[in-house]
Structure formats: structure tokens, C-alpha cells
């Protein structure tokens, strides 16, 4: 059963410190994976994708990798701003159908605190 | 951000209304899908819609109707509401896939519906 797993299922911390959230999938055959940002009351924001081929993928403080082999991806948030209260979702992408069917994690809600 | 657009952003409604959400793209997507999502819970697909006048099932099952006249506009209807119906409801589309295509789904900004 294709499945994305996320951990913690929330997560506080101060404004300036580092963090870092994690999905595990079991989607198969894989094609992409997405961080995807979801501030509350508004749809969710993609903020990276990794193919196959992919480690790591920077887009500005956010950095995702991903270890392919043991179908685990990070995101990692450096100097958090309050801005960054959100709930961050791993969306995993298959590319056994013509849909583009995506498999949505439940999210990591991260607050973060002045 | 996407130029895609839903209405109305909230409702609060009476069991056995009729209701309609509206989802509008003005990407000229192909695809488009309606999600349902609870609190703290992963969106659930519902709906989806490959182009004009064609529209399918997806994984959770949903007393709604959709229809695809035209490739903006993909609505959302439900004959006679529910307690049960109460969630928040996002549109998404995409384009047609390509070979080595990402197929980002882009998200609006959804509805959050509750029935009384």
C-alpha cells in the first residue's frame, strides 16, 4: 500500500533556531517528491521537489533531501521566522498512472515562537 | 503564487441545502482536482478531471458532483448537505503530463464548509 509516513506530528521551537522534519514513503513505482508548505485557512505551497536522481534541493533557508534507497526525505529549516508557522506536507508522486496521483503525508505542524 | 481561485472561501450552512463551490484556473490546466482535507488529517482526493467533459471518482468516496464544461472552471456541488460534509474542500490543477513531466499541482486556497 502506498503510504507517506511524517514525523514529529508537531513541533515548537524559537524564532531563529533550526529544525528539521521527516517523511517517510513507501510509494512505488516513485517519480518526484514535494515539500509542500500550507499556511492555515490556505491551500499548500510547493517549496521543493526531488526526483530519483536527487540528494539535497536549497530553496532559501528550506533544504530537503532525500535518500532514495531507504525512501526517507528531510526537510530542513534554518533561522525559523514566525512566518514559518505552518503545517509542512511530504507529497510523493508515482509514475504508474497518467493522473499524476500524489500521496499526501498528514503534515508536521511547527509552530514558531518569538 | 497560482492563478487559481476558489469561492466562497467560507460557508456555513443548514443540513439539506444545496451547495455549489467554484474553482477557477487560469493556467489552461488540463487536470484539476478536488481534495478534501480535515484538521490534521492528509488531503484526500475526490474528484479529478483530465480536460473538458470528463470528470472520475478518485480515492474517497463523496456524495458530491463535479462537472468540466469548461477548462477553467471545475465546480463542485452537493444536492443536499450533510453534517458528515463538513471539511475544507481544496481545488488543485495541473498540466497534461509530459514525458520526464513533475506534474506540480497547484492548490487554491480552499473552502471550509460547515453544515449546521
Known amino acids: 500500500k502506498n503510504q507517506v509516513e511524517q514525523s514529529p506530528q508537531s513541533l515548537i521551537i524559537l524564532e531563529g533556531k533550526n529544525c528539521t522534519l521527516q517523511c517517510n514513503y513507501t510509494v512505488s513505482p516513485f517519480s518526484n517528491l514535494r515539500w509542500y508548505k500550507q499556511d492555515t485557512g490556505r491551500g499548500p505551497v510547493s517549496l521543493t521537489i526531488?526526483?530519483?536522481?536527487?540528494n539535497t534541493k536549497s530553496n532559501g533557508r528550506y533544504t530537503a533531501t532525500l535518500d532514495a534507497d531507504t525512501k526517507q526525505s528531510s526537510l530542513h529549516i534554518t533561522a525559523s521566522q514566525l512566518s514559518d508557522s505552518a503545517s509542512y506536507i511530504c507529497?510523493?508522486?508515482?509514475?504508474?498512472?497518467?493522473?499524476?496521483?500524489?500521496?499526501f503525508g498528514r503534515g508536521t505542524q511547527l509552530t514558531v515562537w518569538p | 503564487e497560482a492563478d487559481i481561485y476558489q469561492t466562497p472561501r467560507y460557508l456555513v450552512i443548514g443540513t439539506g441545502k444545496k451547495i455549489t463551490l467554484e474553482c477557477s484556473q487560469t493556467m489552461g490546466h488540463d487536470k484539476m482536482y478536488w481534495y478534501q482535507q480535515d484538521p490534521g488529517m492528509e488531503l484526500h482526493l475526490i474528484h479529478y478531471?483530465?480536460?473538458?467533459?470528463?470528470?472520475e471518482k478518485g480515492d474517497l468516496s463523496s456524495e458530491s458532483t463535479v462537472s468540466r464544461i469548461r477548462t477553467e472552471h471545475f465546480p463542485l456541488t452537493l444536492e443536499s448537505a450533510r453534517p458528515s460534509h463538513t471539511s475544507q474542500y481544496l481545488c488543485a490543477s495541473s498540466e497534461r503530463s509530459r514525458a520526464g513531466a513533475h506534474n506540480e499541482q497547484f492548490f487554491g486556497p480552499g473552502t471550509r464548509l460547515t453544515v449546521l
Open positions: 507529497v510523493v508522486s508515482d509514475r504508474g498512472s497518467t493522473l499524476g496521483r500524489l500521496y
Open positions: 526531488m526526483t530519483f536522481s536527487e
Open positions: 478531471s483530465y480536460g473538458v467533459n470528463s470528470t
